[in-house]
Structures are given as C-alpha cells and as structure tokens.
C-alpha cells in the first residue's frame, strides 16, 4: 500500500522568505510522486511531478521538489513566497503505475504574512 | 468540454434526502476518478471509471453511495438517505487515460460542496 504523510496542516511564512512544505512517502516500489495546489473553491492543478527522470524538479510558479529516495521525501520549496501563493497543497503519490487513482496527503494550507 | 465541469457547484440538503452530484469531463478522456475531501482530512479517494466500467467499488463509504458512467463521458455520484457524516467537498477529475492519471495528469473539477443538515 502507498501512503503519503505532510508533515504540518499549516506552515506560516513572510513575504519574501523561503518556502519549505514537508513530504514523506511510503511506497513498496518506485513512485510517481506529485504536488498539487487548491486555490479557494477550485479544484486542484498540478505544481509538478516526478518520474523517475531527475530527481530535482521544477514546477510552475517557481516551486521546485527534490526526490530524496533515502529519506523517502519529497518536500516543496520556493526561495522566496509570493502573497498569491497563499493555498491549500498536496502531495501525491500513484497508487500503482497504470492503474487507479492517486493517494493524497492530507494537505497544508500556507499563509503568506504581509 | 474545455475543462471539468461539476454540478451542482453547492448543495444544501436534509438529512434522508437523496443526492445526485454530476460531473461532466473533459471529452476524450476516458478515465474519471471521484474523490472526497473533508475538512482536515485530505483527499479521500471514492471510485474510478475507465470508460463505463468501475472495477473496484471498495472505495465507495458505504452501500448509500453508488457511482455510474454513461457514454465514457458524463458520471453521477448518488448519496441516498444523506447522513450529516457525508457533509464535504466532492471533487471529480478526468484523465486521458489510467496510465497517463498514475502520470498525474489529472484535470480536476472544482467540486461539489454538499452540506446536509
């Protein structure tokens, strides 16, 4: 079985400061691994993902993600937080390359202090 | 459609009512997935449909929860005999197909907000 585990259901940070979101997967064979942003009252968009290529990738909006298979992580950075990223993320994990659905952390909300 | 469209955007019902949720995905994709979120509680994976075919039903709360598919394209998610429990946003996505949703390409729809009362 695959899990997900997002470390903090908030994470507060200034204007300007670094971004750090935490993820941690647990997964029986090589993942796929995911970031999603939900804005207010809209579903969710993908952030970035990875598969199995480079294990440091970018995504939109300036966020990036390392996979770290020793310390199975997969955390979200943004050198410096933008107030319009303000929003719900998650990370995700497929289930099963091929098959149903993705398993979802249970998000954290970022708020950008002004 | 250019992206997903869900329907109603927000339901209020009574506790023992009936609901029926709609998602319309984008055309082509033949993969459709319904998830719920509650609050506090991420996303709670509910059913997918590869065409008109839900092969595994486990994810489903309970046996007042039913899904089907019509034409590989437009979906509807029935609650019957609505519990106060069943109060959260149902979201549903679309994929081209399962390999490319493992890939994460999902579309999501901005969900259904059920409130039962």
């Known amino acids: 079985a695959q899990s997900v585990t997002q470390l903090g259901s908030h994470v507060s940070v200034s204007e300007g400061a670094l971004v750090l979101l935490r993820c941690n997967y647990s997964?029986?064979?090589?993942?796929?691994l995911f970031w999603y942003v939900q804005y207010p009252n809209q579903g969710l968009q993908l952030l970035l993902k990875?598969?199995?290529?480079?294990?440091l990738v970018k995504g939109i909006n300036g966020f990036e993600a390392e996979f770290k298979k020793s310390e199975t992580s997969f955390h979200l950075t943004k050198p410096s937080a933008h107030m319009s990223d303000a929003a719900e993320y998650f990370c995700?994990?497929?289930?099963?390359?091929?098959?149903?659905?993705?398993?979802f952390g249970k998000g954290t909300h970022l708020i950008i202090q002004p | 459609g250019a992206g997903v469209s869900q329907s109603p955007s927000n339901k209020v019902t009574e506790k023992g009512k009936d609901v029926e949720l709609r998602c319309d995905p984008i055309?082509?994709?033949?993969?459709l997935y319904w998830y719920r979120q509650s609050l506090g509680q991420g996303l709670e994976f509910l059913i997918y449909?590869?065409?008109?075919?839900?092969?595994?039903k486990s994810g489903l709360p309970s046996d007042r929860f039913s899904a089907e598919r019509t034409g590989g394209s437009v979906s509807t998610l029935t609650i019957q005999r609505t519990q106060q429990e069943d109060s959260a946003v149902y979201l549903c996505?679309?994929?081209?197909?399962?390999?490319?949703?493992?890939?994460?390409?999902?579309?999501f729809g901005s969900g259904t907000r059920l409130t039962v009362v």
């Open positions: 996505a679309s994929s081209l197909d399962l390999g490319q949703g493992a890939l994460g390409g999902y579309t």
């Open positions: 449909f590869q065409g008109n075919s839900a092969p595994d």
């Open positions: 995700a994990v497929s289930a099963e390359r091929g098959a149903d659905g993705l398993t």
């Open positions: 055309s082509g994709h033949t993969a």
């Open positions: 990875y598969t199995s290529a480079a294990t």
């Open positions: 997964s029986s064979v090589p993942p796929y």
